[in-house]
Structure formats: structure tokens, C-alpha cells
């Protein structure tokens, strides 16, 4: 399932499902049985203090996590969201073009005590990622709050509605351009607020 | 339970519609969460459906879910919406759950929340490094340590400051006590919801001496802003190891009057065996983390498979579970009080001496008796406090395990002295997510052993 790949104005680079990804399946194990180095699928990582950073384009995002499943991670424990409208300028590797948004993951494998973060670029004009609920049906909650404070629609998501702002609320409260209300400073005999 | 009110909804004239948005009832259009709050089931789509039945929805590829595969034996006439809180003694705090029940038995369940959200993520980000600390405390407000905690590792992580030993191991003490705190609350809580009112006081009059201590050391109770980046606010008062003794004295014991209070007690077992029951695999897919995750059986503690802290150097044990119910939780949680109680006698004879916290002057403010004779000193105190210290670029994401499951910090950093996003990963607001599994089939008395099972704070769940 490709979502997104209209108007994007990104060269949609690879059709097919999770097993036609270069790297799919090549777990590497050092002799006490753990992972050493998990696949990085041939897309552009980042290694910041040790951590292993998957970059995938969004069109790849399905099949990534796909495959991931697959290759024993087993477990979505974070999804959050990031405006980087104020910080456009950040480190990202080779090959990924920055993006307003981005979506954050922190996947863990149990099995070989593995957490490895994926980084998605979701573009401002087009805010939506296929939703991961059928894969990892814990995603769930995480999704609805990433829609709540960014906007970001996740495709596929059976209930997205707003979690933790009512229903009725207009903005992503997330989102760098929405403002933080302020109360002015009260000095003696300043007007007040009201 | 008293507090509920009943809505039963009117059959809908017509062919019902099945766009999956929900249209308002009488009974609840006042309120501002109509499409968060749980629909007809004919007006429910069928993927949101199967999961408030408490499905686990990992199809193999290329399958789908048909949107006919409604459960038409349920006939609606005989299915009532109730709604439970977010008001209500027994959902610990404003958690509202919602329950489809044909008599007495749940057949769906979706928990409403938001209730408490004060948008602490976006104060986050308003705040300097140094204030930071004083607003994720107050999310999980019965584990504020290790809010702190979380906190301060992913920013030390940033700042690629090394912190003494001596605050590494004062960490550690203080958020094995918090541990105690916290489960010993979860105790009492439990039992009042469970009609067990003697624990209610049992378990408070035990935590009151671990929070007497914590007030002894940081100067409050609660929300202490005791772990800062940079290592601890300050040291040990002078007798700490004798208020740790004792309480490591005190608690062993007290646990064994629980545990015959509780363990060998017929009608705690007959309420809470096999009740709420989850299997292995559903709570590794639903993302369940902490003692909901090990009392199915998984020996997923972050403590031993991914150690921070010195958690590597010391001896203890993984508390897991066997057949993932209300009564496994509860026994998790005991013991893993006693395994609290070995660390914290392993900490007390390994606690090193040494600086408290890190003497990297850019993060560390000088001492105060320095402030009275240097200008310098007091410019850099005051340039600390007003204008913080500037963080290098970059991202990390840093997980610990508090007493509800792994609680995570993702921090970007874009070079300035306040954190370009703050994100918390609230376990309970993941271990929520598990209450639909946990209560589908059962009878609506046992939801509250159920929710309490879960232990859920909701300041964390709403941030």
C-alpha cells in the first residue's frame, strides 16, 4: 500500500512489497546469539551516540515496518511527531530531503533487545503516513495523539479523532506556529487582563 | 458503583448509515467528545469495532478485515452504552470508559481520555533545560523521580556530560524508594476498589515513610525537582543510611502481612484469578510495557534487557507472570517491591563518596558560599538560572522503567537553551490501550479490578 506518492514531487523510488527491500531479512547475529548490527534496508541512517536512525522516504514507510515485523521487532513503544517549521536547518543524512514534519518511532525487538528509531519526513502541504494499525495494533493510541497536536493524518486509522483535546478544538496545539497563550505581566495599577 | 449514567440509544430508523462518524444522541450531545466517545454499534466501522471488542488486529498481509463481519448476533435492543466516569472513586483519577454490556457482561470497551491534559509538552518547550525538570515531575505525580530521571538522562545524552558515580547511585536509591511508593499506593488503591478498605490505610501508612524521607532529602513530598541535568539538587542529608535502614527494615514484613491479607484470601482470588486476562503475544502488539507486560509472562524489564544507571551492577531479579491476570499483576507488583527492597540494601553498601553532581560549570551552577565572595560567581549563577544552558543539536530518545512500564523521552534540540520538542512516552497512556482485551467478556463488577490492575495516572495519561 503506497500512500502519498501523488504530488509529493518525490520520485516514488521502489514498488513492491517489504521483501523487495535491499537488506530485508539480512539480521546479523554475533555468536551469543544477539544482533549485532540490525539491517539497515539500504536506506540512509544517521548513528547519533550509538543509536541506530532509519530514514525512510514515505513511501517505503509501510513496507519498512512491514519487514521490520517480520525481522522480530515486535514492538511500536513510541510514535510521536515533530514540527521542524522553526528549525529547518537540522542533520539529516544524505538522500532525505527535510520536511516540515516529521514522524518519530521508536521500535524495539524483545527478542534481541534491540530498539532502533525510524524517522519519517511527512511534507506540509500533504500531511498524512499510512497508518500502522495492523501491524502494530499499539500504534493506536499514538497515532490519534500525533493527529491531535500535528495534524498529521494517518491513513487507515479505524477511529482517528482527537485523544486528548476535545473534539471540537480548531489548531494542533503542537504545531510551532500555534501560539502559547499568555497572561501580561501584572504590575501596580497596569490594566488588567480583561 | 453508583455514579454511572445510563444511556441506551434508540434503534435508528432506516437503513442505518455506515460512514464510521458518529451522530449525536440526545443524551450526549452536550458533551465535546462526541466522535471520541464509543458509538452504536451499527454506526461503528468495522476495524474500530473489532478493536473496542478487544481484537488484536496484526492481519497477515493481503487480508482485510470485511466491513460486513459485523456481529449480528448482538441484537441492539438488548446492548446498553453505559459510561463509567470521569468522575468515579475507581478509575483513579478523571479516566472516563465506556461499555457496551448485554446484562451484566462487557462486550466492547473504549476508554475516553483527556480530562487532565494541560499540554505539558508544549510548556515543555517554553521552558529552559534547567525549568524542564520542574514540569515533566508533575506528569506521573506518584513516580515524579522518575519523570526527572527520564528527563535529565536525555538531556545529560545531548549535552555528552559523564555524571559522578556518587549521583548516579543517589538516582538510582531514590527511584527504587519511589518504586516502593508508587506500588505500595497501587496496593492501597487496589484493595479499596476491591473492598479491602484496611489496605487503603496499610498502604498509605507505609508510603507516608518513604515520602517522610523524600521530604527529608529533597525538601518536598511530591513533584521534587530533585534529579536535574547534571546529577542531583543536593546530597544525602547526614543519617540517611539510618532512614534507609529502617525502611528496608519496615517494609519486608509489612509486604508479608499483605501477602496474607491478600494472597491466600478467597474472595481476593476468586475476584481477581483468571479476570482481565491477556495473552503474551496480544500485550507485545498492544505495546504494553511495565508489570502488565511481565505478568503475562514476558521478562521485558529495561532495568536488566536495556540497563541505565548502574542497574547493571547490581543483583535482582525479573517478577514475571503467568497467566497475564489481575491476580498475576498484583503479584508482579508485590514482588517486585521485594526486589525493590535488595537494590535498595545493595545501594546502601555501595554508595560511594564524591561529588553529587557534575563540575562542568556550564551546566552546574557554583556552590552558594561562592556567590557572597565572586561577581563572576554570581553572574554565572544568575546567567544559569535566568538564561539556562545552551544544549548541542541533535535528537535522542531515552527510556527508563518506572513503576508503570518504560517511560520515554524524546528530545530534539535545535542549540538553544530550551528543548525544540519535548515528548514523553507515558506508559499508562499505552497500557490504556490494553483495558478493551482485558474486560472484553467479563462480568462490569470486575472492570474495576481490571482498570485498577492497569494502574493508570492519568496526569501522565493526559500530560
Given at each position: 500500500?503506497?500512500?502519498?506518492?501523488?504530488?509529493?514531487?518525490?520520485?516514488?523510488?521502489?514498488?513492491?512489497?517489504?521483501?523487495?527491500?535491499?537488506?530485508?531479512?539480512?539480521?546479523?547475529?554475533?555468536?551469543?546469539?544477539?544482533?549485532?548490527?540490525?539491517?539497515?534496508?539500504?536506506?540512509?541512517?544517521?548513528?547519533?551516540?550509538?543509536?541506530?536512525?532509519?530514514?525512510?522516504?514515505?513511501?517505503?514507510?509501510?513496507?519498512?515496518?512491514?519487514?521490520?515485523?517480520?525481522?522480530?521487532?515486535?514492538?511500536?513503544?513510541?510514535?510521536?511527531?515533530?514540527?521542524?517549521?522553526?528549525?529547518?536547518?537540522?542533520?539529516?543524512?544524505?538522500?532525505?530531503?527535510?520536511?516540515?514534519?516529521?514522524?518519530?518511532?521508536?521500535?524495539?525487538?524483545?527478542?534481541?533487545?534491540?530498539?532502533?528509531?525510524?524517522?519519517?519526513?511527512?511534507?506540509?502541504?500533504?500531511?498524512?503516513?499510512?497508518?500502522?494499525?495492523?501491524?502494530?495494533?499499539?500504534?493506536?493510541?499514538?497515532?490519534?495523539?500525533?493527529?491531535?497536536?500535528?495534524?498529521?493524518?494517518?491513513?487507515?486509522?479505524?477511529?482517528?479523532?482527537?485523544?486528548?483535546?476535545?473534539?471540537?478544538?480548531?489548531?494542533?496545539?503542537?504545531?510551532?506556529?500555534?501560539?502559547?497563550?499568555?497572561?501580561?505581566?501584572?504590575?501596580?495599577?497596569?490594566?488588567?487582563?480583561? | 458503583?453508583?455514579?454511572?449514567?445510563?444511556?441506551?440509544?434508540?434503534?435508528?430508523?432506516?437503513?442505518?448509515?455506515?460512514?464510521?462518524?458518529?451522530?449525536?444522541?440526545?443524551?450526549?450531545?452536550?458533551?465535546?467528545?462526541?466522535?471520541?466517545?464509543?458509538?452504536?454499534?451499527?454506526?461503528?466501522?468495522?476495524?474500530?469495532?473489532?478493536?473496542?471488542?478487544?481484537?488484536?488486529?496484526?492481519?497477515p498481509e493481503g487480508v482485510a478485515i470485511d466491513p460486513s463481519d459485523i456481529?449480528?448476533?448482538?441484537?441492539?435492543?438488548?446492548?446498553?452504552?453505559?459510561?463509567?466516569?470521569?468522575?468515579?472513586?475507581?478509575?483513579?483519577?478523571?479516566?472516563?470508559?465506556?461499555?457496551?454490556?448485554?446484562?451484566?457482561?462487557?462486550?466492547?470497551?473504549?476508554?475516553?481520555?483527556?480530562?487532565?491534559?494541560?499540554?505539558?509538552?508544549?510548556?515543555?518547550?517554553?521552558?529552559?533545560?534547567?525549568?524542564?525538570?520542574?514540569?515533566?515531575?508533575?506528569?506521573?505525580?506518584?513516580?515524579?523521580?522518575?519523570?526527572?530521571?527520564?528527563?535529565?538522562?536525555?538531556?545529560?545524552?545531548?549535552?555528552?556530560?559523564?555524571?559522578?558515580?556518587?549521583?548516579?547511585?543517589?538516582?538510582?536509591?531514590?527511584?527504587?524508594?519511589?518504586?516502593?511508593?508508587?506500588?505500595?499506593?497501587?496496593?492501597?488503591?487496589?484493595?479499596?476498589?476491591?473492598?479491602?478498605?484496611?489496605?487503603?490505610?496499610?498502604?498509605?501508612?507505609?508510603?507516608?515513610?518513604?515520602?517522610?524521607?523524600?521530604?527529608?532529602?529533597?525538601?518536598?513530598?511530591?513533584?521534587?525537582?530533585?534529579?536535574?541535568?547534571?546529577?542531583?539538587?543536593?546530597?544525602?542529608?547526614?543519617?540517611?543510611?539510618?532512614?534507609?535502614?529502617?525502611?528496608?527494615?519496615?517494609?519486608?514484613?509489612?509486604?508479608?502481612?499483605?501477602?496474607?491479607?491478600?494472597?491466600?484470601?478467597?474472595?481476593f482470588r476468586e475476584r481477581t484469578e483468571g479476570v482481565g486476562q491477556m495473552?503474551?503475544?496480544?500485550?507485545?502488539?498492544?505495546?504494553?510495557?511495565?508489570?502488565?507486560?511481565?505478568?503475562?509472562?514476558?521478562?521485558?524489564?529495561?532495568?536488566?534487557?536495556?540497563?541505565?544507571?548502574?542497574?547493571?551492577?547490581?543483583?535482582?531479579?525479573?517478577?514475571?507472570?503467568?497467566?497475564?491476570?489481575?491476580?498475576?499483576?498484583?503479584?508482579?507488583?508485590?514482588?517486585?517491591?521485594?526486589?525493590?527492597?535488595?537494590?535498595?540494601?545493595?545501594?546502601?553498601?555501595?554508595?560511594?563518596?564524591?561529588?553529587?553532581?557534575?563540575?562542568?560549570?556550564?551546566?552546574?551552577?557554583?556552590?552558594?558560599?561562592?556567590?557572597?565572595?565572586?561577581?563572576?560567581?554570581?553572574?554565572?549563577?544568575?546567567?544559569?538560572?535566568t538564561e539556562g544552558f545552551r544544549v548541542p543539536e541533535g535528537e535522542v530518545?531515552?527510556?527508563?522503567?518506572?513503576?508503570?512500564?518504560?517511560?520515554?523521552?524524546?528530545?530534539?534540540?535545535?542549540?538553544?537553551?530550551?528543548?525544540?520538542?519535548?515528548?514523553?512516552?507515558?506508559?499508562?497512556?499505552?497500557?490504556?490501550?490494553?483495558?478493551?482485551?482485558?474486560?472484553?467478556?467479563?462480568?462490569?463488577?470486575?472492570?474495576?479490578?481490571?482498570?485498577?490492575?492497569?494502574?493508570?495516572?492519568?496526569?501522565?495519561?493526559?500530560?
Open positions: 500500500m503506497l500512500i502519498g506518492s501523488e504530488g509529493t514531487g518525490e520520485k516514488r523510488r521502489r514498488e513492491g512489497d517489504g521483501a523487495a527491500l535491499p537488506g530485508a531479512g539480512e539480521v546479523r547475529r554475533a555468536p551469543d546469539g544477539r544482533l549485532t548490527g540490525p539491517p539497515s534496508y539500504g536506506l540512509p541512517t544517521s548513528h547519533p551516540r550509538g543509536e541506530l536512525v532509519l530514514h525512510p522516504p514515505r513511501e517505503l514507510y509501510r513496507d519498512l515496518m512491514s519487514t521490520m515485523l517480520r525481522d522480530g521487532f515486535e514492538m511500536v513503544s513510541d510514535l510521536c511527531g515533530v514540527d521542524y517549521l522553526a528549525h529547518p536547518t537540522r542533520a539529516l543524512p544524505e538522500g532525505v530531503r527535510p520536511e516540515r514534519f516529521e514522524v518519530v518511532l521508536s521500535v524495539v525487538s524483545l527478542r534481541h533487545r534491540r530498539r532502533v528509531r525510524v524517522r519519517v519526513q511527512v511534507p506540509d502541504h500533504d500531511p498524512t503516513l499510512p497508518t500502522l494499525f495492523d501491524l502494530y495494533p499499539g500504534t493506536d493510541a499514538m497515532e490519534r495523539e500525533t493527529y491531535d497536536m500535528f495534524g498529521i493524518r494517518f491513513e487507515g486509522h479505524p477511529d482517528l479523532t482527537r485523544i486528548l483535546m476535545p473534539e471540537d478544538w480548531e489548531g494542533f496545539p503542537l504545531r510551532k506556529d500555534y501560539s502559547v497563550g499568555r497572561v501580561p505581566v501584572q504590575f501596580k495599577e497596569a490594566p488588567g487582563p480583561r | 458503583m453508583t455514579t454511572y449514567d445510563v444511556q441506551q440509544s434508540p434503534r435508528p430508523a432506516g437503513p442505518p448509515p455506515r460512514s464510521g462518524r458518529w451522530e449525536s444522541t440526545a443524551l450526549v450531545a452536550e458533551t465535546s467528545e462526541g466522535p471520541q466517545e464509543m458509538a452504536e454499534r451499527l454506526r461503528t466501522r468495522a476495524e474500530e469495532l473489532h478493536r473496542q471488542e478487544g481484537a488484536v488486529l496484526r492481519l456481529d449480528v448476533e448482538v441484537s441492539e435492543d438488548e446492548t446498553m452504552i453505559i459510561n463509567m466516569g470521569p468522575q468515579h472513586p475507581s478509575t483513579h483519577g478523571v479516566l472516563r470508559v465506556m461499555m457496551e454490556l448485554d446484562g451484566e457482561t462487557v462486550l466492547r470497551t473504549k476508554p475516553v481520555v483527556g480530562y487532565l491534559h494541560t499540554g505539558m509538552e508544549k510548556t515543555g518547550e517554553e521552558l529552559t533545560y534547567v525549568q524542564g525538570a520542574t514540569n515533566v515531575t508533575r506528569m506521573d505525580y506518584l513516580s515524579p523521580l522518575h519523570n526527572e530521571l527520564v528527563f535529565s538522562l536525555a538531556t545529560e545524552a545531548l549535552l555528552g556530560v559523564e555524571i559522578p558515580p556518587r549521583a548516579t547511585w543517589i538516582r538510582m536509591l531514590m527511584c527504587e524508594l519511589n518504586r516502593l511508593s508508587s506500588h505500595l499506593m497501587w496496593m492501597a488503591t487496589n484493595g479499596m476498589d476491591l473492598g479491602a478498605t484496611s489496605m487503603m490505610i496499610y498502604g498509605f501508612r507505609e508510603r507516608e515513610v518513604v515520602l517522610s524521607f523524600f521530604e527529608k532529602v529533597t525538601g518536598l513530598r511530591m513533584n521534587h525537582n530533585y534529579i536535574r541535568p547534571g546529577g542531583v539538587a543536593a546530597d544525602l542529608p547526614d543519617g540517611w543510611e539510618d532512614d534507609v535502614s529502617a525502611i528496608c527494615e519496615m517494609i519486608p514484613p509489612r509486604l508479608h502481612e499483605y501477602d496474607e491479607l491478600f494472597t491466600g484470601q478467597p474472595i495473552s503474551q503475544e496480544t500485550a507485545i502488539a498492544l505495546s504494553a510495557t511495565g508489570p502488565i507486560l511481565r505478568a503475562s509472562g514476558v521478562p521485558w524489564d529495561l532495568r536488566r534487557t536495556m540497563p541505565y544507571l548502574y542497574y547493571d551492577q547490581v543483583a535482582f531479579d525479573v517478577v514475571v507472570g503467568t497467566y497475564g491476570d489481575t491476580f498475576d499483576r498484583y503479584a508482579v507488583r508485590l514482588n517486585e517491591m521485594r526486589e525493590s527492597v535488595k537494590i535498595i540494601r545493595q545501594i546502601l553498601d555501595r554508595m560511594p563518596t564524591g561529588d553529587y553532581r557534575v563540575q562542568d560549570k556550564k551546566v552546574t551552577p557554583p556552590p552558594r558560599g561562592r556567590i557572597d565572595q565572586s561577581m563572576e560567581a554570581l553572574i554565572h549563577h544568575f546567567k544559569i538560572f530518545y531515552v527510556a527508563v522503567e518506572s513503576p508503570r512500564g518504560e517511560l520515554g523521552c524524546y528530545l530534539v534540540s535545535d542549540g538553544s537553551p530550551k528543548p525544540y520538542r519535548l515528548h514523553i512516552r507515558g506508559p499508562s497512556f499505552v497500557n490504556l490501550q490494553s483495558l478493551p482485551v482485558m474486560l472484553k467478556g467479563g462480568l462490569v463488577a470486575d472492570a474495576v479490578a481490571v482498570i485498577s490492575s492497569v494502574d493508570p495516572v492519568m496526569g501522565e495519561v493526559d500530560r
